[in-house]
């Protein structure tokens, strides 16, 4: 793992403990119904939103390697943000169940943001499903293709639908609540810090996933050697190779058939 | 052009040589459409209940009709084939037409039999029909691209289904939207704009199809371990 990484990681331990505690010492959100529960707020707000962020990274990382098939680092950053982009997804509708029996009574109460991010959740899981599905030659340009469909659903679900008059007028969500008078400096402060320390997580363990992929690739990836300069300035045979690119499965699989 | 109207020539002959697979999507449409009239048979259900179900129909009549395009190709081991013989945008072009006639068609036929089951008049025929068939026309151009992303997998029919459905729930949402007012609830400036979105999100789910097949399909790069 690089520097930049290690330190993106313990900084967003840090900020993520100390936004966590932080929100417990905050004052209660007097704008809910259960304003000491109202806290669940500080972890599913960011996720949520970086989550569906991620979502719509995906599919430009997608339009980055279909512009340039050749460099597969546009595919390891797509993976990365996909299944990332999934974990948090779930962290955000887990706490919104959560916030919805807290706040309106029911784990589930079809309100229309919660049934949206719900289909952005069904969206990530079909494409994970799908890449796990497919083969190896097809299961790479599936997964790209499938998150740039994807695009579209996601912004409409997104940025669209919950702003529909229809549908806002229908909605139980505290987006005003939290934009206008529910949340005071000490909350955004809170919900600032754990945005902070989630972006932080997700560069960390996003950059470690593509390192970890392009060395699954190339054994030889990151190696540096003073006589070589550069991994592609020479030829295979001269490279030198991590012992834990030597597996048994490769020493029979190079060992001449009978 | 020449070679679109060609790929769909062949998907009709290919289609009514063997047409068991036609009949038998057709008659699912039925079943399906008549197994939910039943359900809610004299029962008074609210023009967005009765719309809701057949665009449900719709889907999963679409499910079982839309991915074949590219899935009984591949059944058949016909599609390589069909790749070296005809240029990619027609190969997609051409199936895209081809199931877009058929879903058309099934939603058409299906939405006159939801309607002489449910016995109840439409309130706005301009506008049930032409969400009708923007709903046909979308499920087709979003459910072939699915199945044209399963191909090769074990079980290809589930996954064309995984992948598709959560694809199509926005336009799913815009198309209940406008049939609801079509048969009566709602107001109809609303379902305009609905139908409005309905077709961008169409012209977009073409154009991005086309962008994922040509790349799904392209020539393969060397992979660096290979």
Known sequence: MKLAPKISLILAILLLVGGTVQGFRAPNAEGFREPT???????????????????????????????????????????????????????????????????????????????????????????????????EETRERALAGYSLM???????????????????????????????????????????????????????????????????????????????????SVLPESRPIRPEAISQESLEDAAPRS | MRE?????????????REPQGLISSATFGVIAVVAVAFSIANQSTTPTVDAGLLTVVLLFAGMLSVPRVYLAEDEQRTFETLKMVAPIPAIYF???????????????????????????????????????TLESLTIAATLSVAGALAIGAPNRWILAAVAGFPLLLPQTALSIGVIRVGLGQGVVHTAWTNLGGLALMLVASVALGHVTTAQLWRRSTQHPSA
């Open chain 1, 37 to 135: 529960l109202a806290r669940i707020v500080f972890w599913h707000l960011p996720a949520a939103i970086i989550g569906a962020s991620l979502t719509l990274l995906s599919a430009y990382f997608a339009i980055r390697w279909f512009l340039k098939p050749e460099a597969r680092i546009h595919f390891y950053r797509l993976q990365a943000t996909w299944e990332i982009a999934a974990m948090l997804a779930m962290v955000g509708l887990v706490t919104g169940i959560v916030f919805s029996k807290a706040q309106w009574g029911a784990w589930w109460h079809w309100d229309p943001r919660q049934t949206s991010f719900l289909m952005v959740v069904l969206l990530l899981g079909a494409g994970q499903l799908l890449y796990q599905g497919l083969g």
């Open chain 1, 150 to 232: 994807t695009l579209l659903p996601t912004l409409f679900l997104t940025f669209v639908y919950p702003r529909l008059p229809q549908v806002q007028q229908a909605s139980f969500h505290p987006s005003q609540t939290v934009s206008n008078n529910g949340f005071d400096a000490d909350h955004r402060s809170v919900l600032g810090i754990i945005m902070l320390g989630l972006i932080a997580y997700v560069y960390s363990i996003g950059t470690a996933r593509v390192v970890r992929a392009q060395r699954q690739d190339d054994p030889n990836y990151g190696i540096s050697d003073s006589s070589v300069h550069s991994a592609d």
């Open chain 2, 4 to 16: 679109v109207w060609a790929v769909v020539r062949k998907e009709a002959t290919a289609e009514f």
């Open chain 2, 94 to 132: 051409g199936k895209l037409m081809y199931a877009g006639l058929q879903m058309l068609a099934s939603g058409l036929f299906i939405a006159v039999i939801f309607l002489a089951l449910r016995g109840k008049g439409i309130e706005n025929s301009v506008l049930f029909f032409m969400s009708v």
